[in-house]
């Protein structure tokens, strides 16, 4: 018979990953993960300050 093994492997995700998003489905001995990616940032304009001297 087959025995059971303990298998892990580590991955670094991305910037841009949804880790509230992941799964996870092993099917016919493979394994497959889905991570979504967030939406882009809008890229910030830049902001006036006004600066007062007293």
Do not use: W, Y
């Amino acid at each position: 018979g087959r025995g059971k093994r303990k298998f892990m492997r580590k991955f670094v995700l991305p910037e841009n990953a949804n880790t509230d998003a992941i799964s996870a489905v092993c099917q016919d001995g493979v394994l497959t993960v889905t991570v979504r990616k967030l939406p882009p940032h809008e890229p910030k304009k830049p902001k006036t300050i006004e600066v007062k001297i007293a």
